[in-house]
């Protein structure tokens, strides 16, 4: 026999699991060149988790869903820099 499961069972379950499995926020800045040296700028936001990145950019229609976070140079080329809020999740990038 099958067992029903209840409202408040299943928003526990999900509890625990989110309470274990937390995003990770981090920012992506540009550092560019300029004539007093360096300047940077944020350019987008974002949130991991072990298996995949949210990316939202202050440019319209840049935004998306990736597989990690090298995939990113998709939306911003190869010059942007990471800045981690919350620690990195660990399996982020092993298949990339």
């Known amino acids: 026999m099958t067992s029903?499961?209840?409202?408040?069972?299943?928003l526990d379950v999900l509890n625990t699991w989110?309470?274990?499995n937390p995003p990770s926020r981090f920012a992506i800045?540009?550092?560019?060149?300029s004539a007093a040296g360096f300047d940077g700028a944020l350019i987008a936001?974002?949130?991991?988790?072990?298996d995949h990145v949210h990316v939202h950019s202050d440019t319209?229609?840049?935004s998306g869903r990736f597989?990690?976070?090298?995939s990113l140079s998709f939306l911003?080329?190869?010059?942007?820099?990471v800045v981690w809020i919350d620690p990195e999740p660990e399996v982020l990038d092993e298949s990339a």
């Open 4 to 10: 029903v499961l209840t409202r408040e069972k299943v």
């Open 18 to 20: 989110i309470g274990q």
């Open 29 to 33: 800045c540009e550092i560019r060149p």
């Open 45 to 50: 936001w974002g949130l991991a988790s072990a």
């Open 60 to 62: 319209p229609g840049m």
């Open 67 to 70: 597989q990690s976070m090298s």
């Open 76 to 81: 911003f080329g190869e010059s942007f820099e």
